[in-house]
Each structure stands twice: as structure tokens, then as C-alpha cells.
């Protein structure tokens, strides 16, 4: 059904990357504020003057770097603003402040096309202003609040100032469609099933779709206003609730940045434990997707099969975790529960059985003719535009993009395991497909490699006071790719500021430009395969 995986070494690692980056800055005397350098953990943080902000962009984009996220916060007559970046695994944190009555930056869209979204979310909670950004529309505000309110400026109370009603969002200028024969079609933001709310506009000539326009945010969290005053407790009890189907991941990137702000080292037992439930959230989601793009095709058979092995494998979960979609067991400093002796070979048993029947049924996949032809060249993502998008996890990997945090910045228990990382380049849904395919398959012998050497000690280490204003970057490898958290501590080890950066926000724009050229009925299959947490980006 589809081509093997394309065979691709481990990254080498060039640790003197950073000080000729840095020397470059500094001999053009151009970015970096008094030549100044510092850690935010475990990242490199450059203090940026803002009339270089975009200068910055360009300089790493010419340099390789691939881009991570960017977040802003408001202290007192100031916005901090923060873009993260990435290179071979080494991450870099752009910092600058821009004064909260004027706050005016250039734009990196246009060096980094990931940065569309971000940037509008930045400019509809705190009132950012991205000069020369194409994009101007709204993308979260969605009429919750009045014009010029910003929610996440410091005295914006958390249930807003309206009383009434939310009017209905009803006027956003969508793109129009132009020319004879062509006509607009409407999807969402209410859809037949349980899944959250979102609009897809296309504009279609009979059948073949000539653009897509994606609106989602119609559920508006206010996460990050939440996250202001938490303890960490309470910090990780929400993270992972930023998107339901990433519990542990977005859970664990959280923790993460708080243990790194307190300079807490995880106990070995707790770590190994935090990356068994992982990757068994990995299997759960992964099982799920490969039915549900099969069932969107007609292959109904495939989604039965493994909708019946979800169910065994989550109720294993909350057999032996206590929770089906293992909420609430990542904390602060470890896990809420240790993994009995006694479960250990109930386990293994569980990843052999898995593994024995997913080989009869992984055959079936491959080598169907009406899949085939339902999934082969469907909803293809070249891999320059993949690059440019910054895709991450499995539609990245089906891209020609091999990037897995795991492998390139590893972390504990990771970095005494060896991570396979599967990559294709057709960049279609078969690949996609196929990626999850591999991704169970490692992840199986990942976990039994994680019992096999399994630490004795301590599943939990308290978690110190952070200091005054402690910052903290988690880096976690989840299902759907990398998710980025930034937390910032205030003088009592409350949180201050949480920003939780999911795949899914550099992800969606991804399917606008891959069902190009498809037919509207290949829409369902090619959503599918990319599978957006609609939770994820709607902080």
C-alpha cells in the first residue's frame, strides 16, 4: 500500500552552533541587547531590542532555524514578548518588552509562515500590534469581550465585563468565492458528532476544492487567565486539560517547566513511569485515528477491529492508572501513582497481544485495493511547504520531516533509551497512516524497554519554592508532536504566567493547503488524518 520508510541518522549534535550564531549578532552589532545571554530552562534566552524583532526572524530563518512559538505577557507598563526557536535540537528563546500603551512588533510571519496564528491570538488577548502581519482579522476574541479589552492584561477580571448574552459571531469576512461556477460551502462550527466546534469554508468548483478557510476558537477556554495564582498543583490538574486526548503530554510539558524553574531533578522511577503513560497514550490515540481514516473511506472493518483494541487498552488504563485517558497522574515533582510488581507481566503480556494481532491487521491495510485508492495521493503536503509550516509529529514525519523532541532534545528517561523515528516523504494520507502504524510499533517496544528497566525508588520529589519570578520551558514529545509550556513563577510560587503550546496550532493551517486540488468528499478522510485538537489551540 505504501512505500517503505525512508531511512534517516540521528541529528549531529553541534553544540558551537549557538556561539557563532551569536557571534555573528553581535560582530553586526544588530540584535542581541549587550551582548547578553542567558539561560531560560533549557532553552538559550536572547534579550532582543523590539526594533529587531523582526530583523531576528529573518536572521534564523536564513540560519536554519526552525520556529517553535511565541507568547507575550503584560507587567506593568510593559508587554514581555517571547519567540521560541529551534536548531538540531537546541532551542532559543528571542525576548523583548514593548510598552503596554503603544505595543507595536514586526511581524515574523513573513519569514515564518507558523507564526500567523500565534501572532493574532497575541494581538486579540493583549492588544499586540503586529505592524506588518497580512492577517489583521480576529482569531480569538470571537465577540467575548469589548473592543479594546484584553483579557490577559493584568485587572481584566476572569469572567469578562459583559453581562449579557455573547453575540452570535456571525460577521467574520471569510474569504468570497470569485468567478463563474465556482460556489462556497459551509461546514460547521456545529458538526453530527461529539467532537468541539469549528468552521470550514471552502470554495469548490463542482467538486474540486480551490481553498479551504479554517475559523476555530469558538470555545474560548480563557486557560491562561485561569492559570494565574495556582498553585503547581493546581498548574498541572489544568494542563492537562488543555486538550483531552493529550492528558499526560501537555501534563508532563507543564511539570516540566515548573520542576525546571525549581531546579527539581525528577526521581529516576517517576520519570520511566511518566514516559510508560506517554506512550500508551500515544498507542490509544494512534489506534483510534487509523480506524477513524479507515471508517471515513467506507472501511468500516478497520475501525471496528481497532476501536475494540482501544477499548481493551484503555480499560487496562484505568485498570491499573485508574483513569481511562490517564488524567491527573502527572504532578509536580512525579506520578499520583507507582506501577505494582504484579502489573508488570500483565503488561508485557497486554504489548504481545497487541503486537501479534495488529500484524494480521496492518497486513489487511496495506495491501486493500479500495484503500489504496482512497488514501494513496490524497491530501498531499509536499515537504518544503511541510518545513515551512512547521509541522510537527506525524503529519511532519509523513513529510519528510524528522524531528521527534524525544531524539533531537532529549529528556528523562529518554536519553538512556534509543527512539526510532519512522519518516516518509509522499506526504499523503496512506503516509500518514502509516507513521501511526510505525509510532505503535516503537512506542510497544518502547514501553516494554521501560518495564524491562524499570527504577527502583521514588515515584514523587517535593517541589522547592521557586525563586522570584522562576521561568521555566517544558519540551514533550506528545502524540500529535511537540507541545511547548512556559511557566512563570510570581514571589509567593504561584503561577503568573502558563502558556501551553499544542502541535495542533501549527498543524491546521497544514490541512487548508493540503486538500488543494482534492474533492470535497475527500475532505472527511484528509481532516482525519491530520486530526487538530480543536481544545488544543482554543486557550
Not at 509510532?439 to 517541589?463: C, F, K, Q, W, Y
Request: glycine fraction near 8%.
Amino acid at each position: 500500500m505504501i512505500a517503505k520508510p525512508v531511512t534517516t541518522p540521528a541529528p549531529r549534535r553541534r553544540f558551537d552552533w549557538l556561539s557563532e550564531y551569536l557571534a555573528r549578532l553581535q560582530d553586526e552589532h544588530v540584535l542581541v541587547r549587550r551582548g547578553s545571554t542567558r539561560r531560560l530552562m533549557p532553552a538559550h534566552l536572547l534579550e532582543i531590542d523590539p526594533e529587531d524583532w523582526g530583523r531576528a526572524a529573518a536572521v534564523a530563518a536564513a540560519f536554519g532555524l526552525r520556529w517553535v512559538g511565541l507568547w507575550a505577557e503584560h507587567s506593568g507598563e510593559q508587554l514581555p514578548v517571547y519567540a521560541c526557536l529551534e536548531f538540531q535540537g537546541d532551542y532559543v528563546v528571542l525576548r523583548t518588552a514593548v510598552p503596554a500603551a503603544s505595543p507595536v512588533l514586526a511581524s515574523h510571519v513573513p519569514h515564518y509562515p507558523a507564526a500567523d496564528r500565534l501572532e493574532r491570538h497575541a494581538q486579540d488577548l493583549l492588544g499586540l500590534a503586529f505592524a506588518d502581519h497580512p492577517d489583521s482579522r480576529r482569531w480569538t476574541r470571537h465577540q467575548a469581550w469589548r473592543e479594546g479589552e484584553f483579557p490577559l492584561r493584568n485587572g481584566f477580571p476572569l469572567q469578562g465585563t459583559q453581562t449579557a448574552q455573547t453575540p452570535a459571531d456571525a460577521d467574520y469576512p471569510f474569504q468570497r468565492a470569485q468567478g463563474a461556477g465556482t460556489c462556497e460551502i459551509p461546514v460547521g462550527p456545529v458538526h453530527a458528532g461529539i467532537i468541539e466546534p469549528g468552521h470550514f469554508r471552502f470554495q469548490a468548483v463542482g467538486e474540486e476544492v480551490l481553498s479551504l478557510e479554517e475559523r476555530l476558537g469558538y470555545v474560548h477556554k480563557g486557560l491562561e487567565k485561569l492559570a494565574v495564582g495556582r498553585d503547581p498543583a493546581g498548574l498541572a490538574r489544568l494542563a492537562g486539560r488543555v486538550s483531552g486526548d493529550s492528558c499526560v503530554a501537555h501534563a508532563w510539558a507543564a511539570c516540566q517547566a515548573m520542576e525546571r524553574a525549581a531546579r527539581l531533578e525528577l526521581p529516576p522511577r517517576a520519570a520511566a513511569l511518566r514516559a510508560l503513560l506517554a506512550e500508551r497514550e500515544r498507542v490509544a490515540n494512534h489506534l483510534g485515528d487509523i480506524g477513524a481514516v479507515c471508517n471515513d473511506v467506507g472501511f468500516s472493518f478497520a475501525l471496528y477491529q481497532l476501536s475494540r483494541l482501544r477499548e481493551l487498552w484503555q480499560r487496562r488504563s484505568r485498570e491499573l492508572f485508574g483513569h481511562r485517558l490517564l488524567m491527573d497522574l502527572v504532578l509536580p515533582g512525579g506520578v499520583a501513582r507507582d506501577l505494582e510488581p504484579a502489573a508488570i507481566p500483565v503488561l508485557r503480556q497486554d504489548h504481545n497481544r497487541l503486537g501479534d494481532e495488529l500484524v494480521g491487521l496492518f497486513d489487511i491495510l496495506d495491501d486493500h485495493p479500495s484503500l489504496d485508492n482512497r488514501l494513496i495521493d490524497t491530501g498531499v503536503l509536499g515537504s518544503r511547504l511541510a518545513a515551512e509550516l512547521g509541522v510537527l509529529g506525524y503529519v511532519g514525519r509523513a513529510s519528510g520531516q524528522d524531528f521527534d523532541v524525544r531524539r533531537a532534545s532529549p529528556y528523562a528517561p529518554y536519553d538512556r533509551l534509543s527512539v526510532e523515528v519512522p519518516v516518509y516523504q509522499e506526504g499523503d494520507v496512506a503516509a500518514r497512516v502509516r507513521v501511526r502504524m510505525d509510532e505503535i510499533r516503537i512506542a510497544l517496544h518502547l514501553m516494554d524497554n521501560l518495564l524491562e528497566t524499570l527504577p527502583e525508588g521514588s515515584v514523587r520529589a517535593e517541589l522547592p519554592q521557586p525563586r522570584r519570578g522562576a521561568k521555566g520551558l517544558g519540551m514533550i514529545e506528545g502524540w500529535r508532536g511537540e507541545i511547548l509550556s512556559f511557566v512563570r513563577f510570581d514571589a509567593s510560587g504561584r503561577v503568573a504566567r502558563f502558556f501551553p503550546r499544542d502541535p495542533s496550532w501549527l498543524n491546521w493551517p497544514a490541512l487548508e493547503r493540503l486538500i488543494l486540488g482534492n474533492i470535497v468528499p475527500d475532505f472527511p478522510v484528509c481532516n482525519k488524518s491530520v486530526n487538530g485538537s480543536y481544545s488544543g489551540q482554543d486557550l
